[in-house]
């Protein structure tokens, strides 16, 4: 939904919190959960929706007539589509997922035909005078990049797609950025690192040079291309969880001009002191499914876990830890979960910023946990906790009166 009516800033929920990975699953589940949203949350005006696609969906949705079938699904019931979760490309939900959730890779060719395919899918669907942008995977899983070639085939994939983007741009007047979401344990986790791979690599000669042989386009046009068409995904629970500073991670996006084309309003868990009771009571959290990466903090020092069982040995061996931050989407509006707290205060800060300063004209909560949150926490449904989600955003905004 448009938090302004007349300009280009947008609310909405991923849908990646459904499973469904054939697009007859996704198509089912966007005719069950959106009418029931929208109707709670914009029920006179059209309603934006964050769409999660995965390999199997795009290639369907690739079809004509499946997307006009879809076009014509969205006309009907107010809904426009401005963003796609291109993340996750194989099985999300009720499988263990992991690290595998990063494959293929920035280095593999099959990542960039995927995401080409939902460049030509939203630039399809995507309304007139509307920008669009895709999230990926920060490049990598971290432990699989070994060497320069490994970032240089990564950088050189990224730009293919940016070519394919001004293309597209050039055919369908549609602008759509590609967004890389930093995510601990990943090759680019942090705001320091995203600045170093952005300025050192994919706003670099050697990427201008590369685009100016794949398009045509001058010096110039490639430079501003590049920053046209790359930019961030600022997830706030995975930048809460690296105990990245709010102000700080506004400044140095801006410092080196890299832009937050989608911003995913999620918090994670956190707790101290850190005991053995408390690491009792957070096992429930320890799902097969997703890694929840664990950083945690001492004497002002940070150590990263790939996931909740290397943190627990970590602890069993006798390391000290003052704070444990967890890589667990839980709902935005919850702070106090008994033993627990969120980093909903991090998410506070940012929206405070963003409402006198605008960060980001995308933005998207994203609690794809909901399905392995334990059931204590799930005491209402998926759509009325989408809601709140979405209200609590609007509050903060001051925007919960508009429709």
């Not at 990063?102 to 060719?109: K, N």
């Not at 709010?246 to 832009?259: N, Q």
């Amino acid at each position: 939904m448009r938090l302004d009516p007349d300009g280009d800033c947008h609310l909405t929920y991923c849908t990646n919190i459904h499973a469904g990975e054939t697009w007859e699953e996704v198509q089912r589940n966007l005719a069950l959960y959106l009418p029931q949203a929208k109707a709670a949350l914009s029920p006179s005006a059209p309603f934006g929706v964050g769409l999660r696609l995965s390999g199997i969906a795009a290639a369907s949705l690739a079809d004509e007539d499946v997307r006009n079938d879809f076009k014509a699904f969205l006309a009907e019931r107010h809904l426009y589509v401005f963003t796609l979760n291109g993340f996750p490309y194989g099985d999300f939900h009720g499988t263990p997922v992991k690290e595998n959730v990063y494959l293929p890779d920035w280095r593999d060719p099959a990542r960039l035909t995927y995401t080409d395919q939902l460049a030509d899918i939203l630039a399809d669907i995507l309304p007139d005078r509307v920008s669009g942008t895709i999230s990926t995977v920060p490049g990598a899983f971290k432990a699989l990049i070994r060497t320069d070639e490994d970032v240089s085939a990564m950088m050189q994939n990224m730009v293919r797609h940016v070519a394919h983007l001004v293309e597209l741009h050039q055919q369908t007047d549609k602008l759509i950025s590609l967004t890389l979401e930093p995510e601990p344990c990943c090759f680019i986790e942090t705001i320091d690192e995203s600045v170093a791979f952005f300025e050192g690599h994919l706003y670099s000669v050697a990427a201008r040079e590369f685009l100016q042989g794949l398009t045509g386009l001058d010096e110039a046009g490639a430079d501003g291309a590049l920053r046209r068409h790359l930019g961030l995904c600022l997830d706030l629970c995975h930048a809460a969880i690296e105990f990245e500073d709010a102000a700080e991670v506004v400044r140095k996006l801006k410092a080196a001009d890299i832009s937050v084309g989608k911003m995913q309003i999620s918090a994670g868990l956190r707790f101290a002191p850190v005991g053995d009771r408390t690491l009792e009571l957070l096992r429930p959290f320890d799902d097969a499914v997703y890694l929840h990466q664990t950083v945690a903090k001492h004497d002002g020092a940070l150590t990263r876990h790939v996931d909740l069982k290397q943190a627990f040995e970590s602890h069993s061996a006798g390391a000290r830890s003052d704070e444990w931050r967890v890589h667990f989407h839980v709902p935005v509006f919850l702070d106090d979960l008994g033993e627990f707290s969120t980093t909903q205060n991090f998410i506070r800060e940012i929206l405070a910023i963003h409402r006198d300063n605008p960060i980001s004209s995308h933005l998207e909560v994203e609690t794809y946990t909901w399905n392995v949150l334990p059931a204590e926490y799930r005491d209402v449904d998926v759509v009325d906790a989408v809601v709140r989600e979405l209200n609590w955003v609007r509050q903060q905004l001051d925007v919960s009166d508009r429709d």
